[in-house]
């Protein structure tokens, strides 16, 4: 459990390597800038020039370590859409100047050839960069994003919010083989579950372990991939509640939401969003209860309705006993009239069998 929590929040594990990476390009730029600033100074008139070179370059490395400093949510198809855009952009700017450089030279000088060189290779940048960024989202190559992104098992990624790991038949159903996709578990939703672990309450503490112990469970399957991811830019704003940043989150990664909040599948729609009910999933592997069918069931306390009767089968689905309170506490047969199945789960509604009104009379 120690494991899980320390995924909370993926990027703390990079901060120290990150700082000591840092600290060494500040040492490189020092003394390189020292370097250049002291081969220069004896082609300088003035004693403060190299100081000046000194202070510019260390100044424009320290801008470029900010910047990362100040953005460390960085989205990877973006950063390579402008790396491959300025690559292809250079390559034909340089064949274009080989190819044109022949001809351009009978009316040009080389120092407007030159010029002619960099405008050209800006243009073909810009367009280039400009492309893919507007089309990373369709476009894919085929060498350059084997590195940057992982090949995801099935279609489409599972993103679980935290009422279905709570739950845990997720785990039942990944190990029964019918999963092919990535899931993936937002780091937003795994801080979730943790808070919930440390709880104050004992009931929702319980709740909370439970739910570090079905991710731990998860990735301990051979056969099943398990992502803690946190979104590349958070869109709805953290003062959003969980479940807007969580739709959000799916739309970016193009994943299905698995859930077992019936409100929260419905801002998923609102989103275009496809969501899954666990519910609904286990719900039609439940052996169907037909009308007229006889069954046993313990009626354990009193319905909604005058006179009725509620009790559970073992699978947990409720059953309503019409004329059933005065059994409350006793087990009896029923004839089923009708049931209804709902994205909440199954409720049957039966009637007492007047022939056989318990089971030791039926067995009798």
Request: hydrophobic content about 45%; aromatic content about 8%.
């Amino acid at each position: 459990m120690s494991s899980i929590r320390k995924m909370a929040n993926p990027r703390k594990g990079w901060e120290f390597p990150l700082l000591v990476l840092r600290c060494l390009f500040l040492l490189i730029l020092g003394g390189t800038a020292a370097r250049i600033a002291h081969d220069m100074s004896a082609n300088l008139v003035s004693a403060w020039q190299p100081v000046i070179i000194f202070a510019l370059i260390m100044l424009v490395g320290t801008l470029a370590l900010m910047l990362d400093v100040a953005y460390p949510r960085k989205n990877i198809s973006t950063i390579s859409a402008v790396f491959f855009g300025l690559i292809v952009g250079s390559i034909l700017g340089y064949f274009l100047k080989l190819a044109f450089a022949p001809t351009l030279s009978i009316w040009f000088r080389d120092d407007m050839i030159s010029w002619f060189s960099v405008i050209l290779t800006a243009l073909f940048c810009y367009i280039c960069v400009s492309v893919l960024l507007q089309t990373k989202e369709n476009f894919r190559f085929v060498i350059p994003y084997v590195e940057f992104q992982p090949q995801l098992k099935g279609n489409r990624p599972f993103v679980l919010d935290s009422s279905v790991i709570i739950d845990g038949r997720i785990a039942d159903i990944a190990e029964s083989g019918l999963l092919d996709q990535l899931i993936v578990i937002p780091a937003m939703v795994l801080e979730e579950v943790q808070a919930i672990a440390e709880s104050h309450d004992k009931i929702r503490r319980k709740r909370g372990i439970r739910g570090l112990e079905i991710i731990d469970r998860l990735r301990r399957m051979p056969d099943i991939d398990v992502d803690i991811r946190e979104a590349e830019e958070d869109v709805a704003g953290e003062r959003s509640d969980t479940g807007t940043r969580l739709v959000l989150f799916c739309k970016q990664i193009s994943g299905r939401l698995v859930t077992n909040d019936v409100t929260l599948a419905k801002a998923a729609t609102v989103h275009n969003v496809d969501s899954i009910n666990i519910n609904t999933v286990t719900n039609a592997f439940k052996p169907p209860v037909l009308w007229g069918d006889r069954i046993s069931v313990q009626i354990v306390k009193e319905g909604e309705s005058p006179g009725q009767g509620v009790g559970y089968l073992d699978d947990g689905t409720m059953v309503v006993v019409e004329m059933g309170k005065r059994f409350i506490g006793h087990e009896v047969n029923l004839i089923v009239d009708s049931f209804l199945q709902t994205s909440a789960g199954r409720m049957v509604f039966g009637r007492i069998d007047s022939k056989n009104p318990s089971p030791s009379n039926a067995a009798s």
